[in-house]
């Protein structure tokens, strides 16, 4: 699942990356750092959990879900170039979290899940492709259509 579609799923439709943490694009680091702090106490599960006394499994999950949302728009947020390239074009443009895994050096209590190298669908390159020509090029686009209307307006 990539960010876009967790957020979406967790806070709707129409939900941006700044929305789990109720900020906008001017916000700082500082208050996103703030609002991350704010928000992971409000959905974490298991205050959630304690606050609700109930054992609603479907609030649980949605619970959850939040959550999880709200550390992974913080985690890209955080991120100067993430954040630049979302703010830019509205997409995340390294949404490959799936294909990594934990590094060597954690290998402490953890189990290792032996993992072969799988080629990436040739429509996940296409959208990758795409990613990097809208990063790049957003600009150029964008007065492309300006240009489009001038000439409307023109003629």
């Known amino acids: 699942m990539t960010v876009i579609s967790l957020v979406k799923s967790a806070f709707g439709r ?26 992971a106490l409000r959905f974490h599960p298991d205050r959630a959990n304690a606050n609700n006394n109930s054992s609603d499994n479907n609030n649980d999950g949605d619970t959850t879900l939040k959550f999880q949302a709200v550390s992974a728009a913080y985690q890209v947020l955080m991120d100067e170039k993430q954040r630049a390239a979302y703010d830019a074009t509205g997409r995340v443009l390294e949404e490959h979290d799936d294909d990594t895994s934990s590094s060597d050096s954690d290998e402490g209590n953890q189990q290792k899940v032996p993992r072969r190298k799988q080629k990436r669908p040739r429509n996940q390159k296409q959208q990758q492709w795409e990613d990097f020509f809208h990063s790049i090029f957003n600009e150029i686009i964008s007065t492309g259509s300006q240009h489009e209307n001038n000439a409307k307006v023109y003629s």
């Open 14 to 39: 129409k939900a941006t990356l700044y929305t789990p943490l109720n900020c906008t694009k001017t916000s700082s680091e500082s208050d996103l750092r703030s609002a991350y702090k704010k928000a």
